[in-house]
């Protein structure tokens, strides 16, 4: 098949698409929607901002030259900046497909998926995922919305309480949940090259750490480069604290000691917490309209909130 009987094609399928069917990009998942299509070209708009961009034919055809050109399919990652579009619009032919574990776009003969998102499916089948952050993040802004956290020191010790343990929870549970969505992200991002998504950008980042090796071979490395072992030996912490537990010195004779008081979560009611969350479960079922979506997305905004807080920072590399 000519790339001119594949873009005739692709034409057809995205002129049989709902109106407001909406595609989203492999790398950066971003909604968009095609608001045109023409000869030459296809006009999307992207959700999140409204922005319109033109997707040229012959940038499809570039796509289709090189996932035609190597039976392992194309790697998306090799795409352009801002390119990731095309690899969803050409999904929507049934001879391409899009493997974003494997991160390649290729042609097939058998049936394949698209990047299209049913909205309405979507809507219809969402239901509460079975995860501690969120049973906690809406437990969180159930108590953000009972107090006024503007001015801590004038609320009660008890719902102070109750907020710094759900805080605590909340962060423990979004860390767990951040470094299960690292490790798959880990396998998808390449070349240290950042990738959008429609709160922020991640990148694969090398972490530098460093241990000694065995302490004579170190010692006899310097010697030779000429540095006296006294400059580079030291007192060992562990060895000073064997020496007290056999002496009568005491800590305060070689710690310089100094004492901070803490915060620190004894105890968490389980049992309550299940309670009070149950009811705000049925409270949110039972809720219809803009009330309720209201509800749902701020607690999204609160979970995207602690993903920034607790992210790890971006470089080509951290030296510790």
Do not use: C
């Not at 969803?88 to 991160?103: K, M, N, Q, T």
């Not at 991640?202 to 750490?209: D, F, I, L």
């Amino acid at each position: 098949m000519t790339f001119s009987d594949s873009w005739y094609r692709l034409i057809d399928e995205l002129d049989g698409l709902s109106e407001g069917a909406t595609l989203i990009t492999p790398l950066s998942h971003k909604r968009f929607r095609i608001d045109d299509v023409q000869e030459q070209r296809v006009v999307i708009t992207f959700e999140d901002t409204d922005e319109k961009r033109p997707l040229q034919r012959e940038q499809f055809e570039t796509l289709y030259r090189r996932i035609t050109d190597d039976s392992d399919g194309f790697e998306l990652d090799r795409l352009p900046p801002d390119a990731d579009p095309y690899p969803a619009v050409l999904s929507l032919h049934p001879r391409f497909e899009i493997d974003e574990d494997a991160g390649v776009i290729t042609e097939t003969d058998g049936p394949t998926s698209t990047q299209l998102l049913d909205t309405d499916t979507e809507s219809e089948q969402r239901s509460e995922p079975d995860l501690d952050v969120y049973a906690d993040s809406l437990l969180l802004v159930d108590a953000l919305e009972r107090h006024d956290v503007t001015t801590l020191s004038e609320m009660e010790t008890d719902a102070l309480v109750n907020l710094y343990t759900l805080l605590s929870d909340v962060q423990r549970n979004a860390n767990d949940l951040r470094q299960d969505v690292a490790n798959v992200l880990l396998n998808r991002l390449h070349h240290d090259r950042p990738v959008s998504g429609p709160f922020g950008s991640v990148q694969r980042t090398t972490r530098r750490n460093r241990s000694l090796k065995d302490e004579d071979e170190v010692l006899a490395k310097l010697e030779d480069a000429g540095i006296d072992r006294e400059r580079v030996t030291g007192i060992d912490r562990s060895k000073v604290d064997d020496a007290l537990e056999v002496t009568d010195l005491s800590e305060a004779d070689v710690y310089d000691i100094e004492e901070s008081e803490y915060v620190r979560k004894a105890d968490v009611d389980e049992e309550v917490k299940e309670t009070r969350l149950q009811g705000l479960k049925e409270q949110l079922a039972a809720t219809e309209g803009e009330e309720a979506e209201e509800l749902r997305q701020e607690i999204e905004d609160l979970e995207g909130r602690i993903d920034e807080l607790t992210s790890f920072r971006t470089g080509t590399e951290v030296h510790e």
